[in-house]
């Protein structure tokens, strides 16, 4: 975290939180975001999603990124990969909040 990132909590005194500098003064590397593959959509079979490495994505896999990858999920018909970290990692992200269904009206 650089201090253009820091911000004051109110109401919290931050005076005793221990703070140092990264010894080798270098920011840290930023991170690497998912890359995810799309295969299936020119065949007669359903679209999947796999992670990018995935040897089960065999249908001239296309890349996408995380965002693309959700959408392709909520489509009807598109699979998330079960050999892959594509169903562990998407599919709870897609159902997020699905299940608390809607606050009735006041």
Do not use: F, Y
């Not at 004051?8 to 140092?20: K, N, Q, R, S």
């Not at 995935?54 to 990124?65: G, M, N, S, Y």
């Amino acid at each position: 975290m650089t201090s253009a990132q820091l911000r004051p909590i109110p109401g919290v005194a931050l005076d005793e939180v221990p703070t140092h500098r990264n010894p080798t003064g270098t920011a840290a590397a930023p991170a690497t975001p998912w890359v995810w593959v799309l295969d299936g959509r020119t065949s007669a079979r359903a679209a999947t999603v796999h992670a990018e490495e995935c040897a089960l994505a065999t249908d001239r896999p296309v890349p996408v990124k995380t965002a693309a990858a959700l959408d392709a999920l909520a489509r009807p018909g598109t699979l998330a990969c079960t050999g892959c970290d594509a169903a562990e990692t998407l599919l709870p992200i897609l159902a997020h909040g699905q299940e608390d269904g809607h606050a009735p009206a006041d």
